[in-house]
DNA sequence: AACAATGGCGCG
DNA sequence: ACCGCGCCATTGTT
């Protein structure tokens, strides 16, 4: 610990004034090998905000650093070269780097740079960190007597990380010198800890894959905003009808809310307000247990225009939040709207996407395609949108090793329809569509861990059709003896759920330690870990069922980002989007059909690799905007 | 006034 | 008693 402290407190913190200086710097790092990296901007826009201060950390023999800060914004005329300089450190495989969010810092890089810059050799501590903690929590008292405990998840932030591991308290904002200096040690307590859970190349991969998420935050998603507009213009005319019908409904019923605070469309019933809507259904003689749009349905087909308008409005009022919400966020500088990314959030494995969320633009429904059609790529280019089919299934089969389901992908047999043969009996040529249908909400209910219950509430919901809990259970143990190695990998699941395992965990107190607590692991090896509580589990049945997969998945997508960026796209040809189990480019027209095979070809050999023995197959085409 | 929890719903 | 996420409006709490 006394070496790490001293290594935190820098040597010496040089402001470089001058190009020599910088210059004879690179000489030094280049010795060095290694050196830790940290900046501050104006703000979080790499599109409009600039670099202010560069820190670079170096180890400085043996277990202390020196530490370099440029001032950029006040000293313009180094800018240009020193960006440049640090655009080929970090693509200089040979000199190790390490940052805390490398998406950050990367971006502001490449915005400048303004062309693909091949990073590697990168060691990012935050997504070591979230790597390392990936679904730990703790509970914290939150003085709601309903509710006592609340989750507080791991914080990442460089300052957290340093109090954690090296027990220093680093400055609000400013010095980002002290935060370069931070880095070095945590850099070698981190990978210590991925070393130690085993968890290298789930590190490796996601080092990685940050490059392409900045990428597709860079590049972001062209919108017809007019179009954008038209189309709220017309839903907010169906929408005041739709709440011009269901104030009528409501004044002819005599139904008045108590309180009218100014702000709603209309005095007698406000439609965002579930205790409204509950009163007024009562009134109507309904007594629903929520408002929801499955029990609205079923009012609707019961006759009630009340619901059958409700349902309308929120739809719509849906509609117009996310419309709007695209169109606020469109760039002033490329008219583009830039989503951000966030790598590691969920304790899956999975990305999310928010300001705007990009994994959320509408697809089901009768009027996704008017909305859809208004995501357009620039003029010349197409979109190439590939997706990896059934892929859960697929990361079941091997994960369980059922060799049923393998057989069945390996020979490319429709694995819907063979669960609906095994299920009804049919010979496999003559399942019916609906038949095959059924099977298939059967299949990815599976992954989830559901239930006879649950079968039974499905069915109902989807088809209307009521069947009872014995058929469901017979149905359900007809599926088990169809897959027996999946009942097989959910009996060893539910049985890791109580057994113990050592997870490593370092603090600044008590160095490194472990602790006993329940995980699951994608085929990658990436770890979920849940916090025990004296004896308690934490974990859920379904969420051991669906984790492996769904994580396993995320590896995948993950996998196929880096290799897209490294080998498929360049100035002209962009990653804009991935969504799960899709990805997304924005590729020049003449060549987009060469692009789509590409990618395909890509994420069918990456996917075959990982799933091995069973196959991956995807599915690109080229599309002229998204609805298509 | 600012923050947290909740219900409801979009995507996978 | 179905997994993971983000977003919004409402409502309750400090």
């Known amino acids: 610990m006394v070496d790490m402290i001293d290594r935190l407190e820098p040597q010496s913190i040089t402001m470089v004034q001058s190009l020599p200086e910088w210059e004879s710097i690179l000489g030094e790092i280049e010795m060095a090998e290694f050196f830790g990296l940290n900046l501050t901007a104006t703000g979080p826009d790499p599109l409009c905000h600039e670099i202010q201060r560069i820190s670079l950390a170096l180890p400085n023999a043996p277990s202390s650093s020196t530490v370099y800060t440029v001032d950029i914004a006040d000293r313009p005329e180094l800018k240009e070269s020193i ?15 390490t940052l805390h969010d490398s998406k950050f810092v990367l971006s502001f890089i490449r915005a400048r740079a303004g062309r693909k810059l091949n990073f590697c050799s990168i060691f990012d501590v935050m997504l070591a960190s979230q790597i390392c903690w990936s679904g730990y929590y703790y509970l914290t008292p939150s003085g709601n007597p309903k ?21 220093i308290i680093l400055d609000e904002e400013g010095c980002p010198a002290q935060g370069a200096a931070a880095l070095l040690p945590l850099h070698d307590i981190l990978a210590d800890l991925l070393a130690k859970n085993d968890l290298q190349r789930v590190a490796d991969l996601e080092f990685r894959a940050a490059i392409a998420l900045v990428e597709m935050e860079i ?19 169906e929408i005041i009808d739709q709440i011009w019908r269901m104030q009528d409904e409501a004044e002819r019923k005599g139904f008045v809310t108590v309180s009218f605070d100014g702000k709603r469309l ?36 019961a006759g009630c225009s009340f619901a059958e308008a409700l349902m309308r409005y929120r739809h719509l009022s849906y509609n117009l939040l996310f419309l709007n919400k695209w169109l606020e966020k469109v760039h002033p500088l490329d008219g583009r709207v830039h989503p951000q990314y966030f790598q590691i959030p969920s304790s899956t494995g999975r990305i999310s996407s928010r ?51 393998q057989e069945a992908f390996i020979k490319g047999i429709d694995l819907h329809r063979l669960t609906a043969s095994r299920i009804s009996g049919t010979p496999f040529e003559e399942v019916t569509d609906s038949q095959r249908q059924a099977a298939k909400a059967m299949n990815f209910l599976l992954i989830y861990g559901g239930s006879a219950k649950s079968l039974q509430w499905r069915i109902l ?61 994608t085929i990658l090896g990436r770890r979920r870990i849940w916090p025990r509580f004296g004896a308690g589990i934490t974990a859920s049945k379904f969420q051991m069922y669906n984790t492996p997969c769904q994580g396993t998945g995320a590896d995948l997508i993950k996998l196929v980002m880096a290799e897209v960026y490294e080998k498929l796209s360049d100035e002209e ?38 799933l091995y023995p069973v196959p991956v197959k995807a599915e690109a085409k080229v599309m002229r905007n998204l609805a298509e």
């Open 266 to 301: 209309c005095c007698y019933l406000n439609p965002d307000r579930q205790e409204d809507v509950m009163a007024f259904l009562a009134k109507r003689g309904y007594r629903p247990a929520n408002t929801k749009a499955e029990v609205l349905k079923s009012l609707a087909a």
């Open 83 to 97: 960006i440049g300089d640090l655009a080929g450190l970090l693509e200089n495989g040979r000199i190790k780097k």
């Open 147 to 167: 509710n006592p405990w609340t989750k507080r998840l791991v914080d990442h932030s460089l300052a957290s990380l340093a109090e954690r591991h090296l027990g």
């Open 461 to 521: 919901s989807d088809y209307g059709e009521f069947i009872c809990l014995d058929e469901t259970e017979e149905r359900l143990e007809r599926f088990f003896c169809s897959y027996p190695g999946v009942r097989e990998w959910q009996k060893m699941q539910l049985s890791q759920m109580s057994y113990t395992m050592q997870h490593h965990f370092h603090n600044c107190v008590r160095g490194f330690f472990s602790l006993p607590l329940t995980a699951t692991r």
């Open 219 to 237: 590049s972001g998603i062209g919108l017809d905003s007019s179009g954008a507009r038209d189309l709220i213009d017309q839903e907010e005319d």
């Open 573 to 610: 040809a962009r990653i804009i989007g991935s969504i799960h189990d899709e990805i997304i480019l924005e590729v020049p027209e003449d060549r987009a059909e060469e692009y789509a095979a590409r990618l395909k070809e890509i994420m069918e050999r990456i996917g075959s690799e990982m």
């Open 355 to 405: 300001h705007p969320n990009a994994q959320q633009i509408p697809r089901r429904g009768d009027d996704a395609p008017a909305i859809r059609r208004l995501f357009r790529p620039a003029a010349g280019k197409r979109y190439v949108k590939a997706d990896l089919s059934n892929i859960e299934l697929r990361i079941m089969a091997r994960i369980s090793g059922d060799e049923a389901m």
